[in-house]
């Protein structure tokens, strides 16, 4: 018989009971921040964020609590019980930036000379995301990935201005109308957006067509493998190594993240990292895996406060993970 876990039923029966009226609440609330958001000065947003994740450190103690041992598991051994709460304070006054800076610059990514306008946002941004064209179109297609780091979102947007043809998968929201919301403004912007369920399909078609594919692989997941991240078994999917070994594509660590007292951002494009030659495919699924998470790690390391800490990342699964191990 299968199991379920209980906290998934839980999320469920939650999500099923968000009836017709809250979600049309919801929906005007952020429909009618979005022009207010739009003329504000970035230096008022910055100000905002970090009001709002101040509000949200104090006010909501599991999240708060989550994130600082979270943090103490990752990085307990190198930072001081101060320096790991200022991380984790930090880290929600970057969650809020992050959906600021989405609404801020949607029309900024939809002009005609976006191309030189990120060159004057970002000139550093600019010419590595070239790193990320080159790999794309010397291996005729391959799996970017990112971690919930800096701005994830500014990601599709700035390979569509650079000519890189991306598939994004994405996680379906409980709110019909705040998804349809948010799909609108990504598909604007020339992404092709892939709800997350029942996907593999659509994704191999995508490599077959040389194009290249976008996905968020660190969160917890009830179809994970278990493999370290931060020191410490995480499930993790294993969808990215699943398709670099299927289609011979690499996969690729990239992230924006925001220069230190700045309004400006720096990417990160690590190398690739590509399949093998191997005697049993699960363990090379393991190691690509793994392999993966430990550039994501790094990365995250140089950016500690712009890291999405809040979320239950070592959650423990009892599953299919098991199994694989």
Not at 29 to 47: D, E, F, K, N
Not at 51 to 71: D, Q, S, T, V
Not at 130 to 150: D, M, N, T, W, Y
Request: proline share 5%; hydrophobic share 40%.
């Amino acid at each position: 018989m299968n199991k379920t876990d209980p906290a998934s039923l839980r999320a469920s029966r939650k999500r099923k009971k968000k009836g017709k009226v809250r979600q049309l609440l919801e929906y005007g609330v952020a429909a009618s921040l979005l022009p207010l958001v739009r003329v504000t000065p970035i230096r008022i947003i910055h100000r905002m964020s970090d009001l709002l994740g101040n509000l949200l450190f104090l006010l909501i103690p599991a999240r708060r609590k989550l994130a600082i041992e979270n943090l103490n598991y990752a990085l307990g051994t190198e930072r001081t019980e101060g320096e790991i709460k200022r991380i984790a304070l930090k880290s929600c006054q970057s969650f809020f930036l992050t959906c600021f800076e989405i609404i801020k610059f949607q029309d900024f990514f939809r002009r005609k000379d976006a191309r030189e306008a990120l060159r004057s946002l970002s000139k550093e941004l600019e010419i590595l995301l070239q790193k990320a064209r080159k790999i794309h179109e010397e291996s005729g297609g391959c799996i970017f990935v990112s971690p919930h780091l800096g701005n994830w979102e500014y990601l599709p947007h700035v390979s569509s201005v650079l000519g890189i043809p991306l598939v994004v998968v994405a996680r379906p929201f409980s709110n019909a109308y705040l998804e349809r919301l948010v799909y609108s403004t990504r598909v604007d912007s020339g992404q092709v957006i892939l709800p997350k369920k029942n996907v593999l399909f659509m994704l191999q078609k995508t490599l077959r067509q040389g194009k290249s594919i976008g996905l968020l692989p660190d969160q917890s997941t009830h179809q994970g493998i278990s493999v370290n991240f931060f020191g410490r078994k995480a499930s993790t999917t294993p969808g990215p190594a699943l398709l670099s070994i299927m289609y011979k594509r690499p996969i690729v660590v990239v992230a924006c993240c925001r220069k230190e007292n700045s309004t400006d951002f720096e990417g990160v494009v690590s190398d690739p990292i590509w399949p093998g030659s191997y005697e049993s495919e699960k363990r090379e699924i393991f190691r690509l895996t793994e392999a993966m998470n430990k550039k994501m790690e790094d990365i995250i390391r140089q950016y500690p406060e712009q890291y999405f800490w809040i979320h239950d990342r070592w959650k423990i699964r009892r599953n299919r993970m098991e199994l694989l191990q």
